[in-house]
């Protein structure tokens, strides 16, 4: 499937919007050079010597032929010695500067990778769960990688090679109008149908090089999705269709490439044949003049020598561009996710809670995701420390609404939220991440031995503190089965771990993080029944006394199993709390909990 008139329109930017874009990624690169501006000019001021000692040569050798050589046939060597030596201290102070300039820009490129690489990881990180559920973690890996990669190309020699070429052409412009100025004009016009052939290269290839990003983009979201979703794929027989998707996607992407290839097939031919026809003409010119006396022949040799040499950089300038292109377009992705900004943000002022009990208060809340409809419409709730309630409702009932809420990943759109009477975006993330603990349904373990994932509540925790959370919550027996136990890599083989298992690590981590409130997300609900007992005992410590203090617990599940231990269920129902009781009252009421608490039963039976 190639791309179509919309999807270039849609590539396309408005001028307003283009010059905003290109704003923003100068600011960027203009940051990233700050840091270490004292070695960026170090790395000019290399540039700048070894261009014009590379310069020189042609200079010598006119003066050589035209002085030195007379010179000599009167019986005077000293100035062709003194031409010659010149010419070699030059050739060799120009290898040494080049291979200066080449290492400092090696290490320049490096240091701003480093930095940027860091910030994109580290302003990823910062940004709200309201941007990640949004933002496809393959367009991430793509800022990541082939973003970066771009730059990197082009900032390991695409820059080196436009500045020596800009400043050796420049030099040598200098060096031809002190020869002949005459010749100096002809080098100028040739600079015309330069400037009309790399305009034309200009607007054509800014829009093949970025839908050649979008292409890219697109096609590392899919590998990523197929990869991380194999076991859908597997059990739906989904490879070839996914294959055929993916053939489009590459098809697309090797067309976008031969667009860029085959302008530049155009762009870089022209470049020589202008440089080509201007030596020629030099030629011809200076030919004549000397015939007729009006030009010394050194002269004109290193006229020729020098109009050759400045299109010689004229190749790899074209290289250059061509970078430059896909690296601008790269640029343009990764200062745009830099320029996100998160949603729920730290306070300037914080108030600190030291030892928070567990007590929540809903006021007047509401809620919608971004501009979207209201989703929670004017909740009024209060939850003692030490409770544990249950919210049970109905899908998209609005139940996971409610806990991102508690866990702050969302921000309230009206009201207020309180935890022990302060509002929750005035506390700090340390004091809330202490205080707040959300387990979700995707237990996920990383890469590390089973105690580092289950030190991942407490990173200071001793060996002794992690086995007793797991022996608290039912892991233990099966840890100790691992080839390693404690020790066994998770990522390796022989430490593979079911979906029930990796639950019950992450209730360990819980226990360990010791919060004054914990959110159970459908924490339940990919374990089995045998499994399930085994953590019903475990949430009994987990939910109450710790080290002496209660703790409060919002448990949202199917299961009525787990809400069973429940001090307190919520029903709700399109963001209403419609029901709100003791188990036991509630089922006696004969409502919307009766009836779901029925048919639990009946599905045992």
Do not use: C
Not at 43 to 60: C, D
Not at 408 to 434: H, I, K, M, Q
Not at 565 to 584: K, M, N, Q, S, Y
């Amino acid at each position: 499937m190639s791309m179509g008139t919309a999807d270039e329109d849609r590539i396309k930017l408005n001028t307003a919007d283009s010059k905003l874009v290109r704003k923003r990624s100068l600011k960027l690169l203009g940051s990233l050079i700050s840091p270490v501006r004292g070695r960026f000019i170090y790395t000019i001021v290399l540039v700048v010597l070894s261009q014009a000692t590379r310069v020189a040569g042609p200079l010598l050798i006119a003066f050589g032929i035209d002085h030195a050589l007379p010179s000599m046939i009167n019986g005077n060597p000293a100035l062709l010695l003194f031409t010659g030596g010149g010419y070699i201290l030059a050739a060799v102070l120009t290898s040494v500067m080049t291979a200066g300039y080449v290492t400092a820009t090696a290490q320049l490129s490096q240091a701003m990778l480093l930095d940027l690489r860091r910030r994109v990881f580290r302003h990823t990180q910062r940004l709200s769960l309201e941007f990640h559920e949004k933002y496809t973690s393959g367009r991430i890996i793509a800022r990541q990688t082939s973003d970066l990669e771009a730059l990197r190309e082009l900032l390991d020699s695409g820059v080196s090679s436009l500045a020596s070429g800009i400043v050796f052409m420049l030099f040598t412009a200098i060096s031809i109008f002190a020869l002949d100025w005459q010749t100096g004009i002809v080098v100028l016009l040739a600079g015309i149908p330069m400037f009309f052939l790399a305009r034309w290269y200009q607007t054509r290839s800014q829009l093949a090089f970025r839908a050649s990003r979008v292409v890219s983009a697109k096609l590392i979201v899919h590998f990523v999705e197929t990869m991380t979703g194999i076991r859908a794929v597997k059990a739906f027989r989904r490879e070839k269709d996914n294959g055929a998707r993916y053939s489009e996607l590459a098809e697309d992407y090797r067309k976008v490439t031969v667009r860029s290839i085959n302008l530049n097939g155009i762009f870089q031919p022209g470049l020589i044949l202008i440089g080509n026809v201007t030596v020629a003409v030099v030629l011809l010119l200076g030919g004549f003049r000397v015939l007729e006396g009006g030009l010394a022949v050194g002269a004109l040799l290193a006229l020729i020598l020098s109009t050759k040499r400045f299109f010689s950089p004229v190749d790899q300038m074209a290289m250059f561009y061509t970078s430059f292109q896909s690296a601008q377009a790269a640029l343009e992705k990764v200062s745009g996710l830099l320029e996100e900004v998160p949603t729920v943000r730290p306070p300037s002022e914080p108030i600190a809670l030291p030892q928070p009990r567990g007590e929540l208060v809903f006021r007047g809340v509401e809620f919608r995701y971004g501009d979207g409809p209201v989703v929670l419409p004017k909740m009024d709730l209060s939850i003692p420390a030490g409770q544990t309630v249950a919210v049970v409702g109905q899908t998209g009932a609005g139940k996971s609404t409610l806990a991102k809420l508690v866990a702050r990943f969302y921000d309230v759109s009206a009201g207020s939220l309180t935890l022990d009477g302060v509002p929750l975006n005035r506390l700090s993330n340390e004091d809330l991440r202490r205080a707040v603990v959300m387990v979700t349904q995707e237990a996920f373990l990383f890469s590390g031995t089973v105690a580092e994932n289950i030190a991942l509540g407490k990173p200071s925790a001793s060996r002794a503190e992690i086995e007793a959370a797991a022996r608290a919550v039912g892991a233990h027996d099966f840890i100790m089965e691992l080839p390693e136990d404690y020790d066994t890599d998770v990522n390796k083989r022989g430490g593979r771990v079911s979906a029930g298992q990796r639950q019950l690590l992450s209730f360990a981590r819980a226990f360990l993080a010791s919060p004054a409130v914990l959110i159970l997300d459908e924490a339940t609900a990919s374990l089995d029944i045998p499994s399930e007992r085994v953590v019903q005992q475990g949430l009994q410590s987990l939910l109450g006394s710790v080290a002496g203090t209660s703790r409060t617990a919002i448990i949202i599940a199917h299961r009525l199993s787990t809400v069973e231990i429940a001090d307190r269920v919520l029903v709700v129902h399109d963001g209403r709390i419609i029901e709100d009781g003791t188990p036991e009252e509630l089922i006696s009421s004969g409502g919307r909990f009766a009836k779901l608490h029925g048919a639990w039963q009946d599905s045992l039976v």
